[in-house]
């Protein structure tokens, strides 16, 4: 039962039950004071009551770190997520409380940020806030009524562009790679063509995982969080047996993806070719397409797992299509 006292000419309400948190609440009339008792005491009686004590207490930029600590450390894209975050934390809206984080407030977050963001990096940085949100109220059991972000409508992305490296590019690619000082770089690059592999994976390739005999290659701990084994062309074969063998069994000296970005970028300026590392998996994708691959085929050497994805990385041109009809 709600009891009442009169201080500093405030009416103070209290609710005290077995086995549930007191209640208290300041109101300057005594009517107030007695409509909000008579709703708690209803809620308590109905098993719903609404406990918003800490979501009042803890900020957005606490949950972010904790998120950010706990989840996303696990994550293989965990640098990238990291660096959105450390960003986000540095935004005044990190610093509400997460009973202040409403639609209005985040409506306003992205309009802020679409001034200085495409599309689709300002729906990445409300997905984060997001499954932070969710997070609080699925992992750390923090009460809130509901997820604010699901009122905020996503903006629309652009339709995605890939690009391929065409045959005269490839081939000046290659030559200049043969001047670089990352004497493994030629191989990247063939490995990217004509086999689909993934920068990440290729940095991660061992000697011991290469069967010459069967011109195979395990990839391990992959980008989808499993191993596949997947077949490489003749080229990538020869290549890889003049490169030198490195005393900690792996087939790239190469120990950080920054330095492979460095002598990337290297390449680019020498060639005036200025595609990223990535349109080598579109090439290999599309090519295999054109040579006549089954989509099983091409899903399984590139680990793509979802077809539209696979989709969008396959860019056959007209001329090949008005080949085919002849």
Known sequence: MAGYRKRNGKWEVRIRRNNSKNLSKTFINKEDAQRWAREQENKLDKGIFEDLTIASKITLRELLLRYLNEVSINKKGYEIEKYKIKKLCRHQVSGFKLIKITPLVLRDLQKELMENYNASTVNKYLTLVSISIKFARQILGIYLSTNPCEFIKRLKEPEFIGEIIERGEEKVLLEKAELSKAKWLKLAIILGIDCGIRRGEILKIHR?????????????????????????????????????????????????????????????????????????????????????????????????????????????????????IK
Request: net charge positive; hydrophobic share 35%.
């Open 208 to 324: 011991s995982d290469i069967d010459f005999n069967k011109s195979t290659v395990v990839l391990k701990d992959t980008k989808n969080g499993s191993s596949r084994k997947v077949g490489l062309s003749k080229r990538a074969i020869e290549e890889i047996k003049k490169l030198p063998i490195n005393i900690n069994g792996k087939l790239i000296n190469c120990l950080r993806p920054d330095t492979f970005n460095f002598y990337w970028q290297q390449l680019k300026r020498w060639t005036g070719i200025r595609k990223r590392f990535h349109a080598s998996r579109h090439t290999f994708a599309t090519r295999a397409s054109m040579d006549g691959w089954s989509i099983t085929e091409i899903s399984a050497q590139g680990g793509w797992r979802d077809l539209k994805v696979l989709k969008r990385y396959t860019h056959i041109s007209a001329e090949h299509l008005a080949k085919k």
